[in-house]
């Protein structure tokens, strides 16, 4: 892990992953602005960063940064940066390629995104890339849809079409990126087998992905988060100013309730961040603002 080529390899992605969060905060914070009258009222949302490190402090660890909006579209949305290092515990680390050769030794760094809109017409989105080292390396993350009213939860939905095709083109861009594999991964990874429904509409998911040619897979994980940063705020900007009724608001938070049955109970990322000593409430700030189990 002190490979000369492998520390600018992490700091190139460190870098983009941190220039990505910006971007994304900036584009968020411009729908807020968009957002008008009679549908919403009160000042523009703007994200506060926060900065935070691992560990206790006796020793580096690494950290992030945190960025938690809630504005006038967005009722809550968080979009984080994160750079960690230092020893898996042996139970974790047995569940890691590569660590038992790197005696649990890892780094990680990435961008991880989750968005509740107050509209219910307008979907909830997640999306996260990743690089993740320990005597191997690789790349993961992905981004998928949840529309939150019935009629829109088809992936035949215009929405989920759109937000298809972006992901497709990003993989598109890597001859190894096969999008019909990654999007039958998308739609298996996000399935909530204890009521046997999908949690949205899809898009894509990755893990484990080393092609043998590094740079092409970073142009790759690049690609996917620039082609979501370009969907996902067209999209909002699409139905943020359609009206919407009290049963579609109840609808909504009712369907709100599927993310966090997954996020608490089968997801990946939430898993690593806990075990690893990340920030909790940078990795719970994806559970929505308000929600129903009726």
């Known amino acids: 892990m002190t490979d000369g080529n492998l520390d600018t390899q992490k700091s190139r992605a460190r870098e983009w992953f941190r220039s990505l969060q910006a971007d ?40 992030g940064r945190m960025g938690l909006m809630r504005g006038k ?4 949305v968080g979009v984080h940066f994160s750079e960690v290092y230092g020893t898996f515990s042996e139970a974790f680390a047995a569940q890691i390629p590569g660590a038992d050769q790197s005696e649990g030794r890892f780094w990680a760094s990435g961008i991880s995104l989750i968005a509740h809109p107050r509209n219910p017409k307008v979907p909830a989105a997640h999306m996260n890339t990743r ?28 929405d989920s079409v759109d937000f298809h095709a972006a992901m497709k083109a990003a993989c598109d861009t890597h001859e190894a990126a096969d999008y019909a594999q990654m999007k039958e991964t998308c739609d298996t990874y996000f399935h909530l087998p204890h009521r046997d429904e999908p949690r949205g ?54 369907q709100r309730g599927r993310y966090v049955e997954f996020n608490l109970l089968y997801d990946r990322g939430t898993t690593f961040g806990l075990k690893t000593g990340g920030n909790v409430t940078s990795i719970l700030s994806s559970m929505p603002p308000v929600v129903k189990w009726p």
Do not use: H
């Open 24 to 63: 994304i905060c900036a584009r968020f914070e411009a729908l807020e602005d968009a957002a008008d009258r009679p549908l919403y009222s009160g000042a523009p949302g703007r994200f506060e960063l926060t900065e935070w490190k691992r560990g206790d402090g006796s020793e580096d660890l690494g950290g």
């Open 73 to 76: 579209v967005f009722e809550k």
């Open 131 to 158: 690089m993740l080292v320990t005597s191997q390396s690789w790349f993961g993350g992905g981004g998928d849809l949840n529309p939150l009213l019935d009629y829109q939860r088809d992936q035949a939905f215009e």
């Open 201 to 254: 509409t899809g898009g894509i998911f990755y893990d484990r992905f080393n092609s043998g040619d590094w740079d092409a897979d970073f142009a790759f994980t690049q690609q996917v988060g620039s082609q979501f940063a370009d969907i996902y705020p067209r999209l909002v900007a699409r139905r943020m100013n359609e009206t919407w009724s009290e049963a579609q608001r109840e609808e909504q938070l009712i």
